[in-house]
């Protein structure tokens, strides 16, 4: 394929790249961003076979059809409440890619055209090492966030005391090593500062505790994309250069509106363990079974609902694993019958992942505009008859506003307390991702409705 011709491929997809992320900016334009991302994807890879450097296309072609494979499988069987570890665990093969292609690069520069074993230019080194270091910590670090979010790793903050000078000398040894590779070309400091970056990947991200976590994939997110465009650099590739770019940028930019959102300093999400310190990290006990609290049935709710004339959703994570999305949707079809005023409210980082509600709603077909974001609807719970907390919990919790102490303190939280009557649909009194037990459950104006929210929602279907 002639030059001139690949280089406009590689422009028109590209600019795919561009609209699919401005596509995905809206729920209502989700589906064609999506079109076009596969449509530039598509362009890039068949661009790409065709170039005249490229050979053995049948092992190439068989490694697609593998990795297709594996990704069509999985896209068809997983569930909306597993995609936060997907995307945790897709980020870290991003991250391996990089690293190994830094490590081929070294090993073989020829094969790449940037020179010979021994006699590589600076610039090529720094594209390898930075490349291969930040592909590190994505890697083993999106392992640790697809462990905690998928249960096999404590969603609590693992903190130890000198963890931050720990992860300032890894960091460090980093960038010492870096120039040291840079000066001597040695593949064993190569290899031994990839490893150095493994470990500070692992110990940035353990000590982030779940209600952090959202931000953590959004900021790993971000990691992914410089990798990808330092190796762009060493391959010579424009269009992987121009993609890192697009998805380090958009990344790096969501995760500080995220910390904005939450009241968190970007730069505590880089340096990791962000939020309160080590000391007073530790999660507090749940006494639930201490305090009194009010608990309502199904039929109850229905009755409260009927009655109101305002009423304000909020879906969290415990609506996304019972699926109740559909009998939520129908049980405000049904309220809006009755003359009540419906609306849905997102905090930034409800579920484990930035638009996760957002997603589940759209599939359920709720209209784009009863679903509004914290700052444009915190002020009206104070005229809300009633808020219906469906499988939220951190993100409602007064704690955030009046416990120091309190790993989530400082995060900007809905207002559900400021609600005329609050109805809470939960499986139990137990406390949320962050580990905090939540005030709100045991407010006088607080109805605890406990059981599965899919079933819940339908009974009060019924009820209605």
Not at 329 to 335: A, I, K, V
Request: with cysteine.
């Amino acid at each position: 394929m002639p030059a001139n011709l690949s280089s406009f491929l590689y422009l028109v997809s590209a600019v795919s790249f561009i609209m699919a992320l401005r596509g995905l900016s809206s729920a209502a334009t989700s589906r064609l961003g999506n079109l076009y991302g596969i449509f530039g994807m598509t362009i890039a890879i068949l661009t790409t076979l065709l170039a005249p450097n490229i050979s053995r296309h049948g092992i190439i072609v068989a490694g697609i059809l593998i990795g297709g494979g594996i990704g069509a499988i999985i896209a068809r069987k997983i569930r909306m409440t597993a995609l936060p570890q997907l995307v945790a665990g897709f980020h870290s093969l991003v991250g391996l890619a990089a690293v190994l292609v830094a490590g081929a690069a070294l090993n073989a520069p020829d094969a790449y055209g940037i020179g010979a074993i021994g006699s590589l230019k600076a610039s090529s080194l720094m594209e390898m090492g930075l490349g291969s270091a930040i592909g590190a910590i994505t890697f083993t670090g999106s392992l640790v966030a697809f462990g905690k979010l998928q249960g096999l790793l404590s969603g609590k903050p693992l903190a130890f005391s000198g963890q931050h000078l720990l992860n300032a000398t890894l960091g460090g040894a980093v960038a010492f090593l870096l120039v040291v590779f840079l000066l001597t070309e040695s593949h064993f400091i190569f290899w031994l500062l990839t490893f150095v970056a493994f470990a500070l990947g692992l110990l940035l991200i353990l000590p982030i505790g779940g209600a952090d976590m959202p931000v953590v994939i959004s900021m790993l997110n971000s990691y992914s994309g410089w990798a990808a465009a330092g190796i762009g650099f060493t391959l010579s590739n424009h269009l992987l250069i121009i993609t890192g770019a697009l998805v380090g940028a958009s990344g790096a930019i969501l995760s500080y509106i995220m910390c904005k959102g939450m009241n968190r300093s970007i730069f505590n999400v880089i340096l990791g363990g962000f939020g309160t310190d080590p000391a007073t990290a530790a999660t507090q006990a749940n006494t639930a079974l201490e305090r009194p609290v009010k608990v309502s049935s199904a039929e109850d709710a229905a009755f409260i609902l009927s009655n109101a004339q305002s009423v304000i959703i909020i879906p969290g994570y415990g609506m996304a694993v019972a699926q109740a999305q559909h009998a939520l949707r129908e049980m405000g079809d049904q309220l809006k019958k009755k003359g009540v005023k419906i609306r849905y409210a997102i905090h930034p980082v409800a579920g484990r992942m930035p638009g996760h509600m957002n997603v589940l709603l759209a599939e359920a077909n709720v209209p784009y505009e009863e679903v509004q974001e914290l700052d444009e609807i915190n002020n009206d719970f104070s005229t809300a008859d009633v808020a219906f907390v469906i499988g939220a919990n951190d993100i409602t919790n007064p704690a955030a506003k009046t416990d120091a102490a309190s790993p989530i303190y400082g995060m900007p939280i809905l207002d559900v307390e400021k609600a005329k009557t609050v109805l809470f649909i939960k499986r139990s009194l137990a406390s949320g991702y962050a580990g905090v037990d939540n005030d709100l459950f045991y407010r006088d104006h607080t109805f605890m409705v406990l059981g599965d929210a899919k079933k819940v929602c339908e009974d009060i279907v019924k009820g209605l």
